[in-house]
């Protein structure tokens, strides 16, 4: 009989399905242009080259990115804050499937708990979904430490003060607007007790690891000083920046 394992799922993967489709129609156009004398083949080499530098790069980068974190052994980073609070109380916003959170749940001192809220989009992650999260938690064995619902960063449903830590992983890119970010900002600002913590992951747009796995994609990102900027502009105070292979982690106090 196989045991059950957890299932985080796929970054993106119904676009990074749809940009290999388009960028290996874009190496079929290329092929048959090589195979073009004349004015004609020219174009469409070009317009198949075009192709695939806007949609199998990404494509290719995207999927090898999914595959080498579904290898990796996920470790909790910033999360060295947590030794210095007792019983700390910890939100993470846009928990997805689980991947990050289910494992700050585990690095939990005794007397600890995670609250998890995401507004589940399935374009995100592939079978994202409360039920997925809740299903994950139990097999990872910290269900007993762990809550998960519906939530979205811009409406946080919880109480004025009530998280020592609120952690976003990769996610505020994904709220559209500039006013909404900053609406997220008041939210988590709101719910974090005096002195909390607050920290950010997000992929520098300017990093050469998140151009190679994006491609063109790139642009969806932001810079360093871009989330530098709107954090600071909500009164925290930054405290540490760490960068990841890209991914750069900023640690900031209420
Ligand atoms: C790239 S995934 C990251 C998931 C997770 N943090 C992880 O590390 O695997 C982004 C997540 O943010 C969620 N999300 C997007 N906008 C949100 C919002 N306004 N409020 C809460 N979650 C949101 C998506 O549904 C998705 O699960």
Redesign the pocket.
């Known amino acids: 009989m196989s045991e059950e394992k957890p299932k985080?799922g796929w970054?993106v993967k119904n676009l990074i399905l749809a940009f290999n489709i388009i960028g290996l129609f874009g190496l079929i156009v290329l092929i048959i242009g090589l195979n073009i004398l004349g004015m004609l083949g020219v174009i469409l080499s070009i317009i198949g080259i075009a192709l695939m530098l806007l949609f199998l790069w990404p494509g290719i980068g995207l999927a090898t990115m999914n595959i080498i974190l579904s290898k990796e052994n996920s470790e909790v980073r910033g999360m060295d804050i947590l030794s210095k609070i007792q019983s700390p109380r910890v939100l993470?916003?846009?928990?997805?499937?689980g991947?990050?959170?289910i494992e700050i749940a585990k690095s939990l001192p005794k007397g600890g708990h995670l609250n998890g809220?995401?507004?589940?989009?399935s374009n995100?992650?592939s079978g994202?979904s409360l039920a997925t999260v809740n299903r994950n938690a139990e097999l990872e064995g910290v269900s007993d430490k762990s809550t998960f619902q519906y939530?979205?960063?811009?409406e946080i449903p919880f109480e004025d003060n009530k998280f020592n830590i609120v952690s976003?992983?990769?996610?505020l890119h994904?709220?559209h607007d500039y006013e909404s970010k900053e609406r997220?900002m008041k939210e988590i600002r709101r719910v974090l007790k005096p002195k909390g913590f607050l920290l950010i992951g997000e992929w520098n747009r300017y990093s050469w690891q998140l151009i190679l796995y994006s491609g063109i994609l790139y642009m969806v990102f932001r810079s360093r000083k871009y989330w530098d900027e709107l954090i600071r502009k909500q009164g925290f105070t930054i405290l540490n920046y760490e960068n990841f292979g890209g991914y750069g982690l900023f640690t900031a106090q209420k």
């Open positions: 985080y970054y993470d916003i846009g928990c997805g499937t991947r990050t959170a809220i995401d507004i589940y989009n995100a992650i994202n939530g979205s960063a811009t976003l992983s990769s996610v994904e709220v997220a």
